[in-house]
T-cell receptor, first 111, second 115 residues
Framework: GESVGLHLPTLSVQEGDNSIINCAYS??????FIWYKQESGKGPQFIID?????DKRQGQRVTVLLNKTVKHLSLQIAATQPGDSAVYFC??????????FGAGTRLFVKA | NAGVTQTPKFQVLKTGQSMTLQCAQD?????MSWYRQDPGMGLRLIHY???????DQGEVPNGYNVSRSTTEDFPLRLLSAAPSQTSVYFC??????????????FGSGTQLSVL
């Protein structure tokens, strides 16, 4: 994922709306991508993953889309809830047992 | 089932001091790793291990040592702490050490300040 420096990108959405969080990854050879959620004071928690032979995968209220042509990954959260407020990280596996994280996006959910 | 346990949760060091951050997992995971997280940045990989007796460097290994004498434990050592090592440190593990990787399970982190 891209580093965006000291300030996290922020997304603010109304409760009940859908959220879309985007991520650009760097290595065209990456074959496994993961989204993690990090709440304040906690470690990152797995949300959903996708392998490079797929372009879409759905979970409970979440969907991940992968566009290998432009090296872009997105996380869609349906009917966003206050409990979804957190920092979201995309991560890519570049092979060689290394998972590399993007800088993260902070999601605020307004009640 | 405790998962990944890190100790201590908070630590303050003076420049030049040494210390060990502890990490233990009770899930019989092959793969373990250490990340650091700085404000406004993602997690950066310090060191990782694919099994007992096997360790390797990540993106930012300088100033840190690791060892993996058992499957369960993966301590991170700072031999001579520097202010640049002020960060939040996370230990993570996954079931296997497959090159296609698997999702990581994270501990709750250690917040380290070096004065």
């Amino acid at each position: 994922g891209e580093s965006v420096g000291l300030h996290l990108p922020t997304l603010s959405v109304q409760e009940g709306d859908n959220s879309i969080i985007n991520c650009a990854y760097s290595n065209s050879a990456s074959d496994y991508f993961i989204w993690y959620k990090q709440e304040s004071g906690k470690g990152p928690q797995f949300i959903i993953d996708i392998r490079s032979n797929m372009d879409k995968r759905q979970g409970q209220r979440v969907t991940v889309l992968l566009n290998k042509t432009v090296k872009h990954l997105s996380l869609q959260i349906a009917a966003t809830q206050p409990g979804d407020s957190a920092v979201y990280f995309c991560a890519e596996n570049t092979g060689g047992f290394k998972t590399i994280f993007g800088a993260g996006t902070r999601l605020f959910v307004k009640a | 089932n405790a998962g990944v346990t890190q100790t201590p949760k908070f630590q303050v060091l003076k420049t030049g001091q040494s210390m060990t951050l502890q990490c233990a997992q009770d899930m019989n995971h092959e793969y373990m790793s250490w990340y650091r997280q700085d404000p406004g940045m993602g997690l950066r990989l310090i060191h990782y291990s694919v099994g007992a007796g096997i360790t390797d460097q990540g993106e930012v290994p300088n100033g840190y040592n690791v060892s993996r004498s058992t499957t369960e434990d993966f301590p991170l050592r700072l031999l001579s702490a520097a202010p640049s090592q002020t960060s939040v440190y996370f230990c993570a593990s996954s079931l296997t050490a497959s090159t296609t990787n698997e999702k990581l399970f994270f501990g709750s982190g250690t917040q380290l300040s070096v004065l």
